[in-house]
């Protein structure tokens, strides 16, 4: 079955940098576009990049300059590079393919705060 599990998330300072990665299953990882979304408490979850097939990328106003995307499809994992980060940042983040939006993981908890 379609499986999503996120890891890297933790406390940082502002200004700091994280790098998130999810191992995705269950589907064929290659021929699908990856996206990478965050809940932060009390808002809506929101899309902040997506990468694909092809490995062209978009990203969210507010993360464009800071965090990158990236894949491995021989290792069916997508990842998520996070530089100077802010605490508005602080969210739970979750990857998924954006044609699925199924089966969504425990996703990881970024913490930005001094």
């Known amino acids: 079955q379609v499986q999503f599990v996120e890891s890297g998330g933790g406390l940082v300072q502002p200004g700091g940098s994280l790098r998130l990665s999810c191992a995705a299953s269950?589907?064929?990882?290659?021929?699908?576009?990856m996206s990478w979304y965050r809940q932060a408490p009390g808002k809506e979850r929101e899309l902040v990049a997506t990468?694909?097939?092809?490995?062209?990328?978009n990203y969210a106003d507010s993360v464009k300059g800071r965090f990158t995307i990236s894949r491995d499809n021989a290792k069916n994992t997508v990842y998520l590079q996070m530089n100077s980060l802010k605490p508005e940042d602080t969210a739970v983040y979750y990857c998924?393919?954006?044609?699925?939006?199924?089966?969504w993981g425990q996703g990881t908890q970024v913490t930005v705060s001094s």
């Open positions: 998924n393919a954006p044609s699925l939006l199924i089966a």
């Open positions: 990468i694909r097939p092809s490995g062209s990328t």
């Open positions: 269950g589907f064929g990882f290659i021929y699908y576009a």
